[in-house]
């Protein structure tokens, strides 16, 4: 078991969220095809696979603030809960940007859109559930 965490441990070490600094490795491919014109693999690759990392770190985030909001009350568990919706929109925003749009700055457009989420569905929600919460108070 120890082999197992150890060996888990180091993939996720070597995952990494930036391209990496030799670019002596393009992934570009200069032979030839069948009509003769040149063969190249995608350019988008590398920021789709850094795309798809960011996006499976911060949902498993998320899903782990999720099961730790289950554990706790109050407050906590609220602030939890808000933080792990956070996470899952940055995580879908920047499957949406980077993997589905294949943008080359898919980090500044996965954060402009997690921005217009949060301020157009999660701000409104959360100021409703304020009027709410002040009007049982008041109420009591």
Not at 76 to 92: C, E, I, S
Not at 115 to 120: D, E, Q, S, V
Request: hydrophobic share 55%.
């Amino acid at each position: 078991m120890p082999d197992t965490l150890r060996a888990t441990y180091g993939r996720i070490r070597r995952a990494r969220l930036r391209l990496p600094e030799d670019k002596s490795n393009e992934h570009v491919d200069n032979d030839e095809g069948v009509d003769g014109e040149p063969v190249s693999t995608s350019a988008k690759l590398q920021c789709i696979v850094l795309a798809t990392r960011f996006s499976v770190a911060f949902a498993a985030a998320a899903l782990a603030m999720t099961l730790v909001a289950v554990l706790l009350t109050g407050q906590l568990k609220a602030n939890a809960q808000w933080l792990a919706t956070l996470a899952f929109v940055l995580a879908w925003a920047a499957a949406y940007a980077g993997i589905f749009q294949g943008k080359e700055d898919w980090r500044r457009g996965a954060c402009i859109k997690a921005a217009r989420w949060w301020a157009t569905i999660f701000v409104p929600v959360a100021v409703i559930n304020l009027i709410f919460a002040a009007a049982g108070y008041a109420a009591t």
